[in-house]
Structure formats: structure tokens, C-alpha cells
């Protein structure tokens, strides 16, 4: 099976950097995504890692390590608008589980002022 | 290039009631996934449709059903709704049938069963 862990909530201030990490147990995917969650809003779509490294996308970046299970969002220069939850999602092997992603709790950030 | 959507924003059910969640995936996709967003709780899978066919359902009981279109637009059908299904249901689309392709969601519909 999986299992997607994040921590639940992140405090972080304006200008800074943090880090949200996200840990999985399963039994094979093929890639890791991260998706950014305003309260309300739709899921919209930050990164796809496949291989192990950092895909590094503006501000944004995403890091992969298969075979440690772990996974990390890396923002830099933290807005007031990146307060938002993060959602962390598996896409499992064909064979076993088409088409759905799994995904954990979600890491929700408040950056403050 | 229009995204995904969905209508309505909000439904408002009472126990036993059908409810009846509709959504258009961005133009050229082919894929549409439905999900569910219980309060605290992450996103869990429900079903996906390619083509008008249900490829994969996720662990939810048989009263959760639905539907793709020839213009694979697609509907989801709650059946005998239960106060536990007040939930955001999310509905994202893809490209094709690669487990790989990125899902785009809309911005969901917001049921509460009374």
C-alpha cells in the first residue's frame, strides 16, 4: 500500500525560506507531485519529479529522493500569497493502480508579516 | 485556455437525496478524475474516466457513480447521501491514459448533506 506523511501546519515569515517535507511508504510510483491549495480554491500544480534531484521552477522548488522515501518543497522569498496548504501526491505504478494519485493531509503554511 | 469546471459551486442536500456534481475538462483532455476533500482530511480518489470508459474507482461504496460523455465532460452521481458525504469534490483532467500525465483540477463543488 501507500502512505503519504506531512507535517500538518508550518508558520514561516515574509522574505524567508522554508522547507515542507513529505515522507512515503509504497511499493512503487512513478513520480511525485506537488500541488498548492489556497482555502477555497482548486489544487493547482507546482512540480513532477520523476528522477531523484532538484527541479528547481522560479521561487519554487521540489526535491526527490527514491531511495530514502522523501520528498521536499523548497520556497524561497516567502510571499504573504504562498500562505496556502501544499499537497504532496504519489502517482502509483500502472500495473496496480491506474490513473489516481495519492496524496497526503496537506501541510497547510501561514507566513507571517 | 479555459481550466477545468465544475457547477455547482455549492449543492445542499438533506439524507437520502441523489446528488448529481458535473464537470468539463480542459478542451483536448480526454481524461476526468473525481475526488473527494472530507474536512481534515486529504484528497481521496474516487473514480477515472477515459473515453467514456471507468478505468480505475477508488474505495468508496457502490452509490458513488458516474458518467463521461462523448465530450468528455462528466458527471458524478451520490446516491442515498449520507451525512459523512458533506464533502469538496474536486475534479481534475488530463491528457491521456499515462499514469504519468499532470491532473488539473477544478474548483470543486461544495456538498453538505443536512
Known amino acids: 500500500g501507500q502512505n503519504i506523511d506531512q507535517p500538518t501546519e508550518m508558520t514561516a515569515t515574509e522574505g524567508a525560506i522554508v522547507q515542507i517535507n513529505c515522507t512515503y511508504q509504497?511499493?512503487?510510483?512513478?513520480?511525485l507531485f506537488w500541488y498548492q491549495q489556497h482555502a477555497g480554491e482548486a489544487p493547482t500544480f507546482l512540480s513532477y519529479n520523476v528522477l531523484d534531484g532538484l527541479e528547481e521552477k522560479g521561487r519554487f522548488s521540489s526535491f526527490l529522493s527514491r531511495s530514502k522515501g522523501y520528498s521536499y518543497l523548497l520556497l524561497k522569498e516567502l510571499q504573504m500569497k504562498d500562505s496556502a496548504s501544499y499537497l504532496c501526491a504519489v502517482s502509483p505504478l500502472r500495473s496496480s493502480n491506474t490513473g489516481k494519485l495519492i496524496f497526503g493531509q496537506g501541510t497547510t503554511l501561514q507566513v507571517k508579516p | 485556455e479555459a481550466g477545468v469546471t465544475q457547477s455547482p459551486t455549492h449543492l445542499i442536500k438533506t439524507r437520502g437525496q441523489q446528488a448529481t456534481l458535473r464537470c468539463s475538462p480542459i478542451s483536448g483532455h480526454t481524461s476526468v478524475y473525481w475526488y473527494q476533500q472530507a474536512l481534515g482530511l486529504g484528497l481521496q480518489f474516487l473514480l477515472w474516466y477515459d473515453e467514456g470508459e471507468e478505468r480505475n474507482r477508488g474505495n468508496f461504496p457502490p452509490r458513488f457513480s458516474g458518467r463521461q460523455f462523448p465530450n468528455y465532460s462528466s458527471e458524478l452521481n451520490v446516491n442515498a447521501l449520507e451525512l459523512e458525504d458533506s464533502a469538496l469534490y474536486l475534479c481534475a483532467s488530463s491528457i491521456g491514459l499515462a499514469d504519468t500525465d499532470t491532473q488539473y483540477f477544478g474548483p470543486g463543488t461544495r456538498l453538505t448533506v443536512l
Open positions: 509504497t511499493s512503487g510510483f512513478n513520480g
